[in-house]
């Protein structure tokens, strides 16, 4: 025959720590939550980084295929001068020819300014990649750490409820059915007493209830109903 007092203080443990291991697996997918976002902003930073030097090497090779364009245009042009009959025609085509030209240089000098802002651009793309992979790596680290917590804590809520629900036949019937009401109430249902007050709901136990509970007779909290259990602390009267 077990202790029934004995059996209560172990479920009361037991509750006491699934209490725990609830709130941890309410937060802990939070958490990880959190540091996954954290992991995909740093991502983002990288990919705004290359996109924005992407951006600026596919302007420079546009502007080069303009520069391409106008001078094969000038090259037309240049040409065309030995086959015009008129001075005014020639003249009008030198404007031509000086226009290209002017566009050329234009075109050159804007290639010039690309081929500044690129090297700026690729060396800060190359600085937020190296920081901000290593940052990425990290959460994405501590994630993996916090996921694994909340496996253990998972497979921890079964071991304990398994404890449970063998303790639980063990107070005989009628404990074993006042253990069932309050707990389908939603409340804790085994509370030890924590100095002088009821360890589920924290309010104050009377003290000739503890005294009664330290003497080995069953009794709830009035307030939360918890089957009360000694405190481990104190002193057996
Ligand atoms: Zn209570």
Do not use: F, W
């Not at 290209?100 to 600085?127: K, N, P, Y």
């Not at 901000?132 to 750490?145: H, I, K, N």
């Not at 503890?210 to 909290?221: D, P, R, S, T």
Request: one cysteine or more; hydrophobic letters at 40%.
């Amino acid at each position: 025959m077990s202790d029934p007092r004995h059996d209560l203080e172990l479920l009361a443990n037991c509750e006491e720590e699934l209490a725990g291991l609830r709130k941890a697996c309410a937060r802990l997918p939070r958490d990880i939550e959190a540091l996954e976002e954290q992991a995909r902003s740093a991502r983002a930073r990288i990919d705004l980084a290359e996109a924005e030097l992407a951006e600026a090497e596919k302007a420079r090779r546009t502007k080069e295929a303009e520069i391409e364009d106008s001078r094969a245009q000038r090259g037309k042009l240049e040409a065309q001068t030995a086959m015009v009959k008129t001075n005014e025609e020639y003249h009008a085509l030198l404007r031509e020819i000086d226009g290209a030209g002017a566009r050329i240089s234009q075109l050159e000098d804007e290639v010039l300014e690309l081929m500044e802002r690129i090297e700026d651009l690729g060396t800060r793309a190359a600085e937020v990649g190296k920081e901000q992979s290593a940052a990425e790596a990290e959460l994405l680290g501590r994630a993996a750490g916090v996921r694994a917590e909340l496996e253990r804590a998972g497979a921890r809520v079964d071991e304990v409820t398994g404890e449970r629900e063998l303790i639980i036949p063990r107070l005989g019937e009628t404990i074993a059915r006042q253990y069932q009401r309050v707990a389908a109430r939603g409340g804790l249902p085994v509370a030890k007493i924590l100095g002088t007050s009821c360890g589920g709901c924290h309010r104050e136990v009377p003290p000739q209830l503890i005294n009664q509970v330290q003497a080995g007779e069953l009794h709830h909290c009035s307030y939360c109903l918890a089957i009360l259990v000694p405190d481990p602390d104190a002193d057996t009267p």
